[in-house]
Structure formats: C-alpha cells, structure tokens
C-alpha cells in the first residue's frame, strides 16, 4: 500500500507559481513512477505529468509544457510540482498519483492523494 498525501495549493494570482508536495508513505518509493493529475470544476480528471522511477525522464500534458516541472526526491519520499505562469484554467484540484511505470500511470494509477486545490485568479 502507498499512502499519498498532497500540500502547497492554494489562491494565487494569474501569471504567480506554486509549489505542490505530496508525501508518501512506503519502503518503496524509489520503486514507482510518480505523477499529477487535476480536476478543474465541472470537468473530468486530466492528466498533468509524470516522472520516472529514478527522476526521469518527464513527461507532460500539452497545456503545462514549459510552465509545469515535475521531480522527486527519493531520499525524502516526496514527490513535486512546480508551477509557473499560472493561468485562471489551471484552477483545479491537484492529485498526486503512484503507479508501477508511467504507462500504468497515464492509464490507471494504482494509488491516488486526496487532492490539494490551486485556485488561480484572473
């Protein structure tokens, strides 16, 4: 069982960054691939990007290209996202996800955070 656990959401303006965190709980971190996902209002869960077992390589939805940076810290259990040039459409409950490789993540994750929100104003 890996247990997730997301921080770091919240309001900021258009155009400011956040950070996002999400602990985990397992011996075996450095065993899974890690991503993001979001859910804005009235919309499905999308996906946001994704990292390797071992840092790399990154993958990312289109719409975060250049904006988004996925990376972890194995040592600490944890795994990040940076967030700059934040747009109103990125306003979203952000998921942390852990899956066995990062196809398993892009289809179904194995195990899901219960979400942090980010809320960006215009």
């Known amino acids: 069982q890996v247990q997730l656990v997301e921080s770091g959401g919240g309001l900021v303006q258009a155009g400011g960054s956040l950070r996002l965190s999400c602990a985990a709980s397992?011996?075996?971190?450095?065993?899974?691939?890690l991503g993001w996902f979001r859910q804005g209002p009235g919309k499905e869960r999308e996906f946001v990007a994704t990292i390797g077992w071992n840092g790399g390589p990154a993958h990312y939805a289109d719409f975060v290209k250049g904006r988004f940076t996925i990376s972890r810290d194995n040592g600490k259990n944890m795994v990040y996202l940076q967030m700059n040039g934040l747009k109103p459409e990125d306003t979203a409950v952000y998921y942390c996800?852990?899956?066995?490789?990062?196809?398993?993540?892009?289809?179904?994750?194995?195990?899901w955070g219960r979400g942090t929100q980010v809320t960006v104003s215009s």
């Open positions: 397992t011996r075996t971190f450095s065993s899974y691939a």
């Open positions: 996800a852990a899956g066995l490789s990062q196809v398993v993540i892009r289809r179904t994750p194995d195990y």
